[in-house]
Nanobody, 122 residues
Protein backbone atom coordinates (compact mmCIF):
# COMPACT_ATOMS: atom_id res chain seq x y z
CA UNK A 1 0.00 0.00 0.00
CA UNK A 2 1.31 3.44 -0.94
CA UNK A 3 2.13 5.98 1.77
CA UNK A 4 1.37 9.64 1.08
CA UNK A 5 2.75 12.70 2.90
CA UNK A 6 1.54 16.20 2.10
CA UNK A 7 3.43 19.42 2.75
CA UNK A 8 3.47 23.05 1.67
CA UNK A 9 0.39 24.36 3.39
CA UNK A 10 0.37 27.64 5.27
CA UNK A 11 -1.32 30.97 5.79
CA UNK A 12 -1.53 33.51 2.99
CA UNK A 13 -3.54 36.55 2.11
CA UNK A 14 -6.15 36.49 -0.61
CA UNK A 15 -4.52 36.71 -4.01
CA UNK A 16 -1.44 34.85 -2.83
CA UNK A 17 -0.04 31.51 -3.94
CA UNK A 18 0.97 28.22 -2.39
CA UNK A 19 2.45 25.04 -3.82
CA UNK A 20 1.43 21.82 -2.14
CA UNK A 21 3.49 18.66 -2.45
CA UNK A 22 2.55 15.05 -1.86
CA UNK A 23 5.44 12.61 -1.48
CA UNK A 24 4.58 9.01 -2.28
CA UNK A 25 6.38 5.86 -1.15
CA UNK A 26 6.03 4.40 -4.64
CA UNK A 27 6.00 5.72 -8.17
CA UNK A 28 2.97 7.92 -8.63
CA UNK A 29 2.56 6.48 -12.11
CA UNK A 30 1.54 3.18 -10.53
CA UNK A 31 -1.51 4.74 -8.97
CA UNK A 32 -3.16 6.90 -11.61
CA UNK A 33 -5.48 8.63 -11.25
CA UNK A 34 -4.27 10.66 -8.29
CA UNK A 35 -6.18 13.47 -6.70
CA UNK A 36 -6.14 16.47 -4.42
CA UNK A 37 -9.08 16.98 -2.12
CA UNK A 38 -9.92 19.51 0.56
CA UNK A 39 -12.22 19.77 3.53
CA UNK A 40 -13.25 22.89 5.40
CA UNK A 41 -14.60 22.64 8.97
CA UNK A 42 -18.21 21.53 8.96
CA UNK A 43 -18.21 20.81 5.24
CA UNK A 44 -18.02 17.65 3.18
CA UNK A 45 -14.76 16.74 1.42
CA UNK A 46 -14.46 18.34 -2.00
CA UNK A 47 -12.52 17.11 -4.98
CA UNK A 48 -10.09 19.77 -6.20
CA UNK A 49 -8.08 18.23 -9.03
CA UNK A 50 -7.07 14.87 -10.46
CA UNK A 51 -4.32 13.69 -12.78
CA UNK A 52 -3.95 10.59 -14.91
CA UNK A 53 -0.87 10.81 -17.06
CA UNK A 54 -1.37 13.82 -19.33
CA UNK A 55 -5.02 14.14 -18.39
CA UNK A 56 -6.16 16.50 -15.66
CA UNK A 57 -9.51 17.55 -14.27
CA UNK A 58 -10.49 20.36 -11.93
CA UNK A 59 -13.37 21.46 -9.81
CA UNK A 60 -15.13 24.45 -11.35
CA UNK A 61 -14.28 26.54 -8.30
CA UNK A 62 -10.51 26.23 -8.89
CA UNK A 63 -10.24 25.90 -12.65
CA UNK A 64 -7.86 28.50 -14.06
CA UNK A 65 -6.26 29.12 -10.66
CA UNK A 66 -4.93 25.68 -9.60
CA UNK A 67 -2.65 23.35 -11.51
CA UNK A 68 -2.04 19.70 -10.67
CA UNK A 69 1.14 18.01 -11.83
CA UNK A 70 3.26 15.00 -11.00
CA UNK A 71 6.90 14.00 -11.10
CA UNK A 72 7.05 10.23 -11.33
CA UNK A 73 10.85 10.17 -10.94
CA UNK A 74 10.57 12.03 -7.64
CA UNK A 75 7.37 10.19 -6.70
CA UNK A 76 5.73 13.51 -5.93
CA UNK A 77 2.39 15.07 -6.74
CA UNK A 78 2.01 18.86 -6.77
CA UNK A 79 -0.80 21.37 -6.57
CA UNK A 80 0.08 24.92 -7.57
CA UNK A 81 -2.53 27.27 -6.18
CA UNK A 82 -2.65 30.85 -7.43
CA UNK A 83 -4.98 33.75 -6.74
CA UNK A 84 -6.13 32.10 -3.55
CA UNK A 85 -9.45 33.05 -2.01
CA UNK A 86 -10.70 32.73 1.57
CA UNK A 87 -13.08 29.98 0.43
CA UNK A 88 -10.05 27.90 -0.56
CA UNK A 89 -9.17 27.49 3.11
CA UNK A 90 -9.24 23.98 4.50
CA UNK A 91 -7.26 20.82 5.00
CA UNK A 92 -5.84 19.56 1.74
CA UNK A 93 -5.25 15.87 1.13
CA UNK A 94 -3.74 13.88 -1.69
CA UNK A 95 -5.28 10.53 -2.57
CA UNK A 96 -4.38 7.42 -4.55
CA UNK A 97 -5.71 3.93 -5.09
CA UNK A 98 -8.63 4.73 -7.34
CA UNK A 99 -11.67 2.54 -6.68
CA UNK A 100 -13.94 3.75 -9.46
CA UNK A 101 -16.68 6.33 -9.97
CA UNK A 102 -16.24 10.07 -10.64
CA UNK A 103 -12.59 11.12 -10.49
CA UNK A 104 -13.37 14.06 -8.20
CA UNK A 105 -15.44 12.05 -5.72
CA UNK A 106 -13.56 11.52 -2.46
CA UNK A 107 -15.21 8.15 -2.01
CA UNK A 108 -13.34 6.84 -5.03
CA UNK A 109 -9.89 6.59 -3.45
CA UNK A 110 -8.38 4.13 -1.04
CA UNK A 111 -5.17 5.76 0.19
CA UNK A 112 -4.88 9.16 1.84
CA UNK A 113 -2.22 11.34 3.36
CA UNK A 114 -2.55 13.11 6.70
CA UNK A 115 -3.30 16.47 5.10
CA UNK A 116 -1.78 19.94 5.10
CA UNK A 117 -3.64 23.04 6.28
CA UNK A 118 -4.27 26.01 3.98
CA UNK A 119 -5.61 29.23 5.44
CA UNK A 120 -6.42 32.21 3.23
CA UNK A 121 -7.26 35.50 4.89
CA UNK A 122 -9.17 38.33 3.26
Amino acid sequence: QVQLVESGGGSVQAGGSLRLSCAASESTGNYYPLGWFRQAPGKKPEGVATIEGPLTSYAASVKGRFTISGDNAKRTLFLQMNNLKPEDSGMYYCAAGYLGGPRLAHTGYNYWGQGTQVTVSS
